[in-house]
Every structure is written in structure tokens, then in C-alpha cells.
């Protein structure tokens, strides 16, 4: 077993939570019995890489959920886990959402963990995994920034630990600052982290991860040129797309050479398995498709679907439109496949979270070279990845212009990352959101028990009916949860919350 899964599987019995913005990493530990030598700093710095699993949990809700990617199973769910997922697709997140809390104090507990390391930085004794353990460290502290940032508007900059009265006294910091802070971070981390390691270690960020990241922190900024150089650079890392779609979320091909992170789970009753598969197979399927049964949870839109053309081979890895149920019946309820694997526990899947691919890379170029080169320059990237899915290279008569070729740019990144929480990102970034959206409540169809197509949000006579569907600017942003606000007191709520 990898030593990096080792060292997880302990830093799960060794974390506590604290405070909103503060987590203690070790308990039952004192600091002067634990952060003392390379050993134990390191452990540390992979307790940071096992709290990525906490805040992936419902990353999917706060993003895919929330775009025409994907919504509620039913048009007539009530169910309390069901109106809550319902909530955050039609835009109207209560500040007392309690998946939308356990997101924000899951990122702050994780940032409070790279803090932590960063500070007891002065024990390790080796000069090399000294540099190597702050970068991976500001890696993951800039990941998290950078989703914070795009998803809650200005939020705490915390770069040291905090005591809990600090911590209920900050400010939030204007967003301006916070993308200096998330720049800062990962411009040390792509200068420091090593290009490669063992094979024991796979699954550490590496310079590429953060070159790709930042350069994506660039491309929302619009610094194209910044953007550019860094992708040129991973360009020759000798990472490459995989020749078949499938391959890259095959269970037993993890961390193969398209993924450059990813957030890692395992399977065994250790604590480390991943959930998705359970949340995501059919609701009320019973052991049909998953043991223990699937809670129907990030229910792909029939938007989706039918943005996929006829030969795509990226559809049938993402998602299945029927299942077959235990009466050997076809149902009709499409689910996501593409974290799909069998399992003998309860949301111990074994399916890593891939976070960044070489697919982005090259989709960030088409993005970077439009903008700088025109139209022939970015076709070739954006042709990339449509080939490897079985599709016939775009042209210049499909793409004759700057808007269709941006167009065509969106939708490729919308079916080759369906499902890995880009579209909501890719949407704000590039001001469609509202423009998307406002279709989608009017258009969205969903599938019904006998297979029919019905109105999703139009019809008042069922549960998911949106009365009013036109988005609003305040809802680009999720609220700060009561929880925070009704202890510090003193900070600002987000507009229309």
C-alpha cells in the first residue's frame, strides 16, 4: 500500500475541529509532543491532502448543482435531503444550509491544517523537503482559495493560526486580495514542488498541478499572457490525454498520466473511501446498480444529454440515462456513472476525484490562443480532446469566428468535464451564467416514470416548480452561513441573503 494512503488512513483518527476558522490537526497530541521532527511534519502535510475529502463532499452541490448540468432527481421529491439539494438548485440557498456550512468550515478546518504546517516549518531539518512540504502546503491552501473566492465573493484571508477569538473577530478581505493571496501561494508553489516522485508518493501536487492551477487563477483575472507562458510550460511536462476517455476514470488506471491532481480515496473500511458512488447511482434503486442503494443525488439534466452528440464516447463513462432495476426491468432515471465502482461498504467507493487534467490544459490554451491568435490557432486544441471522444475535428467553416469558436470552447469543456464541478467555475468566468440559466429554468425537461419528457421548473404542480426563474446578479454568490454570522457578528452578509 502507498505510503501517502498509510499516512491518511492515521491522520484520520488524529483530527478535531475548533472554531470557525480554526482546526486543530492533532488530537490528543500536545504541539510540543508532536510537530518535532521531518517525520511528523510530513504527516501533517498529508493530513492536509486527507482534508481535500471533507470539502469535496459537497463541492458538487455548490457547483454543478447549481448550472445546467445537472439538478433533482424528481419533479416530486420532499424529502429533506431532497429539499435541501433543491435549494441550491434553484438558487435560493438559505443562509442556514447546512451542506453549504459543512462545505465552508470543512475549507476553513483544511486551510487551518496548511497554516499549521507552514508555521512549524522551523523542525524540519532536511533543506529540501523543508521548501517541498510549504509549497505543497500553499498548493492546497491556494486551491481552496481560489474555490472560496469564485463561490462566496470576499472571504478571511487567514495565512497564520488563529486563536477562536481572533478567528470570530476577522474581516473578510476584498476579493482583490484574496486572488493576490491565492497568486502569491501558487506562484511559490510551481517554483518549489518537484516535477515528479515515487511511486509511493503518487498523489502529492507537483509543479505541473500548480503551473495548471495558477494558470487558470490568470485565464479568470484575464491575463491571457500569464496564462499562456505557464501552459506552454506544462505543455512539455509530458503529461498527455489518454487515448480513450474511459481509461482516465478507470479504478484501476488512478493517477495515470492525464491526472495531475486529484483528490484520492481507497476502499477497505479505511475510513478513505469515497461517497460518490452511493450519492449518485439511481434514488430508490436498491442494490440494482450499487449495494446499499443510491440516493439519486447530482441527477444529470436532460440539457446535458442532449448537448452530447451522436458517437460521443465521453457519454456513456459520465452518464447512463436507465438502469436496470431488480425485476431485470429498464427504469427510466438518468444517474452519473463517471465515479461509479461497486462496493461491499456504504460510501467506501474506491474512484479518485480528478481535479486537474492535461484536458484542461489544452482547453485553457484554445481559450488563450483565441484571444491572442485567433481562431486556426485554438482549433487544434479544442480538436484535442473532441477527437480522443470519437468525434470529427472541427473546422473552420464549423468555426468561423471568434464568438462561435468561444462557443464551441464552452461546450467542449462543458461534455469533456461533465460532472468534475468546472461548468459553474467556466460560466461565471466568462460572464454566461445568467445567460445559461435563464434558458435553462424555462427549457429544462425531466424524465418520468414511463419515460416521457415533462417540464422540470414550469409546472406549479409539483414540488421542483420555480415561480420565478430569472437569475438575479446576488445569486452568483453563496451566503456566508448563519452559523459564521451569528458570531462574528460584526461582518457584512453577501447582497440578498
Not at 151 to 159: A, N, Q
Request: hydrophobic share 40%.
Amino acid at each position: 500500500m502507498k505510503k501517502i494512503i498509510l499516512i491518511m488512513i492515521a491522520a484520520v483518527f488524529m483530527m478535531s475541529c475548533e472554531g470557525f476558522l480554526q482546526q486543530d490537526p492533532v488530537d490528543q497530541l500536545g504541539e510540543g509532543s508532536f510537530y518535532t521532527n521531518d517525520e511528523e511534519m510530513d504527516m501533517a502535510t498529508i493530513a492536509c491532502y486527507n482534508g481535500l475529502q471533507a470539502t469535496m463532499e459537497f463541492e458538487w452541490l455548490l457547483t454543478e448543482i447549481r448550472t445546467d448540468n445537472s439538478r433533482i432527481h424528481s419533479r416530486s421529491t420532499t424529502s429533506t435531503s431532497s429539499k435541501a439539494v433543491i435549494a441550491v438548485d434553484h438558487l435560493t440557498v438559505p443562509t442556514t444550509h447546512a451542506h453549504n456550512q459543512t462545505y465552508w468550515e470543512a475549507v476553513y478546518h483544511n486551510i487551518y491544517r496548511c497554516n499549521t504546517v507552514l508555521d512549524q516549518l522551523d523542525v524540519v531539518q532536511d533543506s529540501t523537503l523543508k521548501v517541498q512540504l510549504e509549497a505543497e502546503a500553499k498548493f492546497i491552501r491556494g486551491y481552496h482559495y481560489f474555490n472560496m473566492v469564485r463561490l462566496y465573493g470576499p472571504v478571511f484571508k487567514v495565512d497564520t493560526r488563529m486563536t477562536i477569538d481572533e478567528s470570530n473577530n476577522a474581516e473578510r478581505s476584498p476579493v482583490e486580495d484574496i486572488y493576490a493571496f491565492i497568486e502569491e501561494d501558487l506562484d511559490f508553489a510551481q517554483k518549489n514542488l518537484p516535477a515528479s516522485y515515487d511511486d509511493d508518493e503518487t498523489g502529492r501536487a507537483t509543479t505541473w498541478a500548480a503551473k495548471t492551477l495558477l494558470a487558470k487563477v490568470y485565464l479568470t483575472l484575464e491575463d491571457y499572457d500569464a496564462a499562456g507562458l505557464l501552459l506552454d510550460e506544462v505543455e512539455l511536462s509530458g503529461h498527455e490525454l489518454l487515448g480513450s476517455y474511459a481509461d482516465v476514470f478507470d479504478t484501476g488506471n488512478e493517477m495515470n498520466n492525464e491526472i495531475l491532481f486529484a483528490v484520492r480515496y481507497k476502499t477497505g473500511g479505511l475510513g478513505l473511501g469515497s461517497p460518490f458512488a452511493n450519492y449518485f447511482a439511481p434514488n430508490g434503486s436498491q442494490d440494482a446498480v450499487i449495494n446499499f442503494s443510491g440516493e439519486g443525488y447530482n441527477c444529470p439534466s436532460t440539457s446535458l444529454i442532449q448537448a452530447y452528440e451522436a458517437g460521443d464516447e465521453r457519454m456513456d463513462v459520465t452518464l447512463s440515462e436507465t438502469y436496470i432495476n431488480l425485476s431485470g426491468d429498464v427504469a427510466p432515471m438518468a444517474w452519473v456513472k463517471k465515479y461509479y465502482s461497486q462496493v461491499s461498504i456504504r460510501y467506501d467507493a474506491e474512484n479518485d476525484w480528478p481535479v486537474i487534467r492535461y484536458a484542461d490544459v489544452l482547453l485553457m490554451q484554445a481559450e488563450v490562443k483565441l484571444k491572442n491568435e485567433g481562431v486556426a490557432a485554438a482549433l487544434p486544441y479544442i480538436n484535442d480532446t473532441r477527437t480522443r471522444a470519437g468525434l470529427l475535428a472541427l473546422t473552420s467553416e464549423d468555426v468561423p469566428n471568434i464568438l462561435s469558436a468561444q462557443l464551441a470552447i464552452e461546450n467542449e469543456r462543458r461534455l469533456e468535464f461533465a460532472l468534475e464541478n468546472h461548468r459553474f467555475f467556466d460560466l461565471i468566468r466568462t460572464n454566461r451564467f445568467k445567460t445559461i440559466m435563464d434558458e435553462h429554468f424555462e427549457t429544462e425537461l425531466i424524465q418520468t416514470t414511463d419515460g416521457t419528457l415533462d417540464p422540470a421548473y414550469t409546472d406549479p404542480d409539483y414540488s421542483i416548480y420555480m415561480p420565478d426563474r430569472i437569475v438575479d446578479e446576488w445569486q452568483l454568490l453563496l451566503p456566508i452561513p448563519f452559523s459564521v454570522t451569528s458570531v462574528m457578528t460584526q461582518i457584512s452578509q453577501n447582497p440578498g441573503y
